[in-house]
């Protein structure tokens, strides 16, 4: 029994391996969690949230570059290590735009970047700024370049969309997770025991099929309120209502086979046929409809986000930065806007493109 699991799995995985366009998705997945994973450790702006605002250089486009007075300020920083890993590292300092800078003496004369034809010239003190000679002033003169442009904030969007992947996999994980408890529970319920019980959890799908998905989503979302683990809740309780019927099907068909007929012969408990005998072999569907899930639940993620009863700002969402600059579209700078919504088009075709590698690799008939 063992052996032959086992074996199905290699097959499985060896079939999957066939497949380009499963393992392009599963690549784009693995990358994903690479950087949901490590976000902090790879964006260019670390401090929590990436949130760190220059109004002076808003709506700049991909590649731009910036020099920068550092001004170092007096607070410690807060939080350990893995704090500063998972929510990010608070800045102690503060940055000036700048197109130009002198030394004089014990004195700093820049001049201040208001925008691209205006500059305000400003002195600080050397001694302010360091407490080493005039000379390592030049520590304090950095240039940020932003690859992917800057938002109508002057935050970093290559950084905030780094730090909203982990927004869109968790969405989908956690909505899953909820989906699939709830959809394997009462689905196996149903197609096993029949009778009443599959006319109650039926007329229940059935219902909550009848309703619209976003509007559901809507109901969940302003009875729970708006915020991150509302709308993970949210998503996930309007999602299992395929599964449970995918489910439903598959148990009915599997609980008249000889080995499950046996079981019961054997006076095995029904809870025990279930999980041991029935649901085991039931897991490629299963992971066929997660993968489709997930791709589900990030699409519904960025639409309410992007309608603002999603993930509320400063936390970043790439529904939420479409939002922020979709106004650009159809002005200078439109990649404002598109950038996120390639990344959902991507990570999105990435689960999709596995669910089916998944399919085809898990159909024993091919």
């Given at each position: 029994?063992?052996?032959?699991?086992?074996?199905?799995?290699?097959?499985?995985?060896?079939?999957?391996?066939?497949?380009?366009?499963?393992?392009?998705?599963?690549?784009?997945?693995?990358l994903a969690?690479?950087?949901t994973?490590?976000?902090?450790?790879v964006a260019?702006?670390?401090?929590?949230?990436?949130?760190?605002?220059?109004?002076e250089?808003?709506?700049?486009?991909?590649?731009?570059?910036?020099?920068?007075?550092?001004?170092?300020?007096?607070?410690?920083?807060?939080?350990?290590?893995?704090?500063?890993?998972?929510?990010?590292?608070?800045?102690?300092?503060?940055?000036?735009?700048?197109?130009?800078?002198?030394?004089?003496?014990?004195?700093?004369?820049?001049?201040?970047?208001?925008?691209?034809?205006?500059?305000?010239?400003?002195?600080?003190?050397?001694?302010?700024?360091?407490?080493?000679?005039?000379?390592a002033?030049?520590?304090?003169?950095?240039?940020?370049?932003?690859?992917?442009?800057?938002?109508?904030?002057?935050?970093?969007?290559?950084s905030?969309?780094?730090?909203?992947?982990?927004?869109?996999?968790?969405?989908?994980?956690?909505a899953?997770?909820?989906?699939?408890?709830?959809?394997?529970?009462?689905?196996?319920?149903?197609?096993?025991?029949?009778?009443?019980?599959?006319?109650?959890?039926?007329?229940?799908?059935?219902?909550?099929?009848?309703?619209p998905?976003?509007?559901?989503?809507?109901?969940?979302?302003?009875?729970?309120?708006?915020?991150?683990?509302?709308?993970?809740?949210?998503?996930?309780?309007?999602?299992?209502?395929?599964?449970a019927?995918?489910?439903?099907?598959?148990?009915?068909?599997?609980?008249?086979?000889?080995?499950?007929?046996?079981?019961?012969?054997?006076?095995?408990?029904n809870?025990?046929?279930?999980?041991?005998?029935?649901?085991?072999n039931?897991?490629?569907?299963?992971?066929?409809?997660?993968?489709?899930?997930?791709?589900?639940?990030?699409?519904?993620?960025?639409?309410?986000?992007?309608?603002?009863?999603?993930i509320?700002?400063?936390?970043?969402?790439?529904?939420?930065?479409i939002?922020?600059?979709?106004?650009?579209?159809?002005?200078?700078?439109?990649?404002?806007?598109?950038?996120?919504?390639f990344?959902?088009?991507?990570?999105?075709?990435?689960?999709?493109?596995?669910?089916?590698?998944?399919?085809?690799?898990?159909?024993?008939?091919?």
């Amino acid at each position: 029994m063992v052996q032959t699991e086992f074996s199905f799995k290699a097959q499985m995985w060896k079939r999957l391996k066939k497949n380009k366009g499963a393992m392009f998705g599963l690549a784009i997945i693995i990358l994903a969690v690479f950087v949901t994973v490590f976000g902090y450790m790879v964006a260019p702006d670390n401090s929590p949230n990436a949130d760190l605002q220059t109004v002076e250089i808003q709506a700049k486009k991909p590649g731009y570059s910036q020099q920068f007075l550092k001004i170092p300020g007096n607070n410690i920083s807060e939080g350990n290590w893995l704090h500063h890993f998972i929510s990010g590292k608070k800045n102690n300092f503060q940055l000036i735009p700048i197109k130009g800078y002198q030394v004089r003496g014990d004195s700093l004369l820049i001049n201040k970047f208001i925008d691209d034809d205006t500059s305000v010239v400003q002195y600080y003190s050397v001694n302010q700024l360091t407490n080493k000679t005039p000379a390592a002033i030049q520590n304090n003169i950095i240039t940020k370049k932003y690859r992917l442009g800057t938002d109508k904030f002057g935050r970093d969007i290559l950084s905030r969309l780094i730090i909203g992947t982990r927004v869109s996999l968790a969405v989908g994980l956690i909505a899953v997770l909820i989906s699939l408890t709830l959809g394997i529970i009462l689905g196996a319920l149903a197609g096993y025991y029949r009778g009443w019980v599959d006319e109650v959890i039926m007329w229940l799908v059935n219902v909550t099929w009848s309703i619209p998905t976003l509007l559901l989503v809507f109901a969940i979302t302003m009875a729970m309120g708006k915020g991150f683990w509302q709308i993970f809740i949210a998503v996930g309780l309007t999602m299992w209502v395929s599964v449970a019927r995918l489910i439903r099907g598959q148990v009915m068909a599997i609980k008249e086979m000889e080995y499950v007929q046996a079981a019961r012969a054997l006076g095995l408990k029904n809870s025990r046929i279930i999980l041991r005998h029935i649901l085991p072999n039931i897991l490629g569907p299963v992971m066929v409809i997660a993968a489709s899930n997930f791709a589900t639940a990030i699409i519904v993620e960025a639409g309410l986000s992007f309608l603002g009863i999603g993930i509320q700002p400063p936390q970043p969402s790439w529904g939420l930065m479409i939002k922020e600059n979709y106004n650009f579209i159809i002005t200078h700078n439109p990649l404002l806007a598109l950038v996120p919504g390639f990344a959902i088009m991507l990570l999105v075709l990435a689960f999709n493109l596995l669910g089916n590698g998944l399919r085809d690799a898990v159909d024993v008939k091919s």
